[in-house]
């Protein structure tokens, strides 16, 4: 059983400072303690090595940590969402796609970015080099646009500090190279560097002569004290009245902070970056942190670099820990003088430090192991953790919260397990549900049931489904507990119209037990509302774990209900989502799956059955199930026999999701696989397509999986056309239905058609 949670910390952003912090709590964790990281990005850069990447050196991912693995190795739940504030009264995160998220301690790492808003037509006409994600879709059209333009291209880079120098050298050496490989002419590229006083400012003499030395060796044109006025269309307007015509414009300027901590109430300095104590604490809420680019450390002015973020991140995991344990942060002075290695673009490197500069190939390979080994300790992680750390951490347990941990262990069942009144009542009365008139008393009314009128000339359905949490993240667990309800109800044709909650809220202190509920009911009313379902009532109580489940009724036209034994010979078989989640959450709670292939899944575990429902039902479906525990198999077999039929599956036609084949191949599959795999239910043509990754796939358990359908045939691909529009683009033909079963596997494998040579 887990320890209730008595505090809350959350992280926002996974920037350079809070990847140490994650990593730190991962090897040591704070019992009593919730981590929460809300992250724009899944994946987030490693600035050190960005412009090794854009010169062609380094991957994609060699570049960038994957926030989801490490999160999951620190115990910390991964809000894939952006800030856009902070209620500092309410200690809320106000986020773009979630309710507000509760917090005891706060801490920021978001980086800054350049300002364009100073810069009449910057914003329009410009690309700013960040958020860095942005600029890597930009910087693949780049290179997609050289090559399809054989005319000269000149780009610019505005910003003369080491982010700028660099920028554009890495750009000319990979552009070069890409061009040279290609037999065309490398000259006919033209780059140009321009900035506002002097290059390279906060550096030495020294290290200036030397990366002036390259640039001109380079043919990078310079402008320096060009402040630029405005940009329009491919031209920039400086200040003294200069014209700079250019195809390209990319904005490496001052960084800037964004606006929103401000705007929340938070102390910042005139440029709108946080100001906090030498502890990392905001001078006017200790319990709020910043770190990085966005903090502005009072009495030790710094450049805005990565190397200060990456600094700052041990002690601020140190001082997070202290002012949870209800201890004083400690000061924490940083570096004056720090080694920058800018790179060149050529894997040769320069060194400035203090007064001192050196170049060199040795540089770069210096710079080359020191940027691997830092992300070494984010990508190669030790073992998982034992889920729990061995011993309540002091001073995280106060008063109530000991009581709560004391309790633990020796709670009431049966009706004292029920949610106190308080709780649920104030829950309901923040929440919006959706009302149909048939409902004569819900939730608005409460008594002992709901009452509700029959719809006359129509059948009733009914369903329940309930499971515990999967991911801890009550808001999304909500959502996807309601679409995966649902779907029983769309796969039968019908229309969903109320619904009871049965809620399973693990033991804690009743704050964040209603924080808990609050989260999950949202989520799930979110899913029911837009499906016009009402919420009536239900019923909740403490438990182990989070779990959420629902009693649905619908009603459909008694002629027009889908059965699964409506499979016709010579159908097509339609399958609307992909499948995979139970082996990539088996591989998430392991620490193995990408954080762009959970993102993927979970996005997919939201789309509503019901517009799919609707468009199988006009291209002529005769029966239809929705695909969840039992697997595609299991579902599949269900239907065949039921109708009588045999089914055939073509493997390379079923949707997978990203990563799941992976995973798979890893050994890696769902603790409901084995039980899926009904010896009898698939006959494999051979070993070999028994033993593929496909094959295992379907006996996959899928929550909120997609719908399958019988088809008629010469419908079946305008019916996955039209899918396709609608928001299920994995939607396939899988496969047909054969003649009646004669004995044997109800679904047999396709041979693979035959190898193209
Ligand atoms: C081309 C270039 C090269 C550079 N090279 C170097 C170098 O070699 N060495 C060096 O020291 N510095 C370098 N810098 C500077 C360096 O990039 C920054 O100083 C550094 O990234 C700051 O780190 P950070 O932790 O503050 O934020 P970041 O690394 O920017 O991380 C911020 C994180 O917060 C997330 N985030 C942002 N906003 C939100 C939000 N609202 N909600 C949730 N999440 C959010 C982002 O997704 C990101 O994960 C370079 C900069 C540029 C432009």
Request: charged share 20%.
């Amino acid at each position: 059983m887990r320890t209730p949670v008595i505090k809350d910390l959350v992280l926002i952003g996974g920037g350079h400072s809070h990847v140490a912090v994650l990593r730190r709590f991962g090897m040591a964790p704070m019992r009593g303690v919730r981590l929460t990281l809300i992250g724009r990005d899944v994946l987030t850069p490693y600035s050190g090595m960005l412009p090794g990447f854009i010169a062609g050196h380094y991957t994609f991912e060699d570049c960038h940590i994957d926030l989801a693995p490490l999160a999951a190795f620190a115990g910390a739940r991964f809000y894939h969402d952006e800030a856009v504030g902070i209620d500092l009264a309410a200690r809320h995160v106000l986020c773009a796609g979630r309710p507000p998220v509760a917090f005891d301690v706060l801490s920021l790492d978001i980086g800054s970015g350049p300002n364009l808003a100073d810069v009449p037509g910057a914003a329009e006409h410009a690309t700013p080099v960040k958020p860095i994600n942005g600029f890597v879709a930009h910087w693949e059209r780049i290179l997609a646009r050289v090559l399809a333009d054989d005319r000269e291209l000149r780009i610019g880079v505005v910003g003369g500090g080491a982010g700028g120098v660099e920028l554009v050298l890495a750009m000319r050496h990979r552009l070069r190279a890409m061009l040279t490989a290609r037999r065309q002419d490398p000259d006919r590229l033209r780059f140009v560097l321009i900035t506002a006083g002097r290059m390279l400012a906060t550096h030495s003499q020294a290290a200036r002569r030397l990366l002036l030395r390259a640039l001109e060796q380079r043919g990078v044109a310079l402008h320096t004290d060009s402040p630029v006025a405005a940009v329009a269309p491919c031209l920039l307007r400086c200040v003294g009245g200069q014209e700079i015509p250019l195809d390209e414009i990319l904005w490496v300027t001052q960084a800037g902070a964004a606006s929103w901590p401000a705007a929340s109430g938070l102390a910042c300095d005139a440029a709108g970056f946080v100001r906090v104590r030498d502890t990392l604490q905001s001078v006017t809420d200790p319990a709020i942190f910043a770190a990085g680019d966005i903090a502005a450390v009072e009495g030790y002015p710094r450049p805005k670099a990565g190397v200060f973020a990456v600094r700052q991140g041990p002690p601020l995991a140190e001082n997070l820990r202290r002012v949870l344990a209800g201890r004083p942060a400690r000061p924490f002075v940083p570096q004056r003088r720090f080694l920058s290695l800018i790179s060149t673009g050529d894997a040769c490197a320069v060194a400035s430090w203090g007064g001192l500069a050196f170049a060199g190939p040795w540089l770069w390979r210096l710079k080359d192991r020191i940027d691997r080994r830092f992300m070494r300790r984010f990508t190669e992680l030790p073992a998982m953790p034992a889920a729990e750390p061995p011993a309540p951490a002091p001073g995280v347990a106060n008063a109530p919260a000991q009581a709560v941990l004391a309790a633990h262990g020796m709670r009431c069942g049966g009706c004292a397990a029920k949610l106190s009144s308080d709780i649920l009542s104030r829950v309901l009365a923040r929440l919006t549900v959706v009302r149909r008139e048939e409902v004569l008393i819900g939730l608005d009314a409460p008594d002992d049931a709901a009452l509700v009128l029959p719809v006359a000339g129509m059948a009733q359905l009914h369903s329940a489904d309930y499971f515990r949490a999967f991911i801890d993240d009550p808001y999304l667990f909500g959502r996807i507990a309601a679409t995966h309800a649902l779907g029983d109800i769309h796969a039968m044709g019908g229309d969903a119209r109320t619904a009871l909650a049965i809620a399973t809220l693990p033991y804690g202190i009743a704050r964040k037990i209603e924080d808990d509920l609050f989260q999950m009911l949202t989520g799930a009313l979110a899913v029911l509302n837009q499906a016009g379902c009402a919420l009536i009532g239900g019923h909740s109580s403490e438990g182990a774990e989070l779990a959420l489940g629902f009693a649905l009724t619908g009603s459909v036209p008694i002629e027009a209900a889908w059965r699964k034994r409506g499979l016709v010979a010579g159908q097509a078989l339609v399958l609307t989502k992909p499948i995979g989640t139970g082996a990539l959450f088996a591989a998430a709670m392991r620490g193995r799956a990408r954080g762009v292939w959970i993102d993927a899944a979970l996005a997919s575990m939201q789309i509503s059955a019901a517009a799919a429902a609707a468009c199988l039902r006009r291209f002529g479906a005769t029966a239809c199930t929705d695909v969840t525990g039992f697997g595609l198999a299991g579902h599949l077999a269900e239907m065949a026999r039921a109708s009588g039929v045999q089914a055939a599956l073509d493997l390379a036609s079923v949707p997978l999701l990203d990563g799941a084949p992976e995973v798979v191949r890893a050994g890696i599959v769902s603790t409901a696989q084995a039980q899926n795999m009904q010896p009898g239910d698939v006959l494999a043509q051979d070993a070999a397509q028994a033993g593929d990754p496909r094959f295992a796939l379907l006996f996959d358990p899928q929550t909120a999986g997609g719908l399958l359908a019988g088809v008629p045939a010469e419908r079946a691909g305008a019916c996955v056309a039209a899918l396709r529009r609608l928001g299920y683009p994995a939607a396939a033909v899988i496969g047909q239905v054969l003649g009646q079963i004669t004995g044997g596997a109800p679904i047999r494998i396709l041979e693979a058609p035959p190898a193209r040579v």
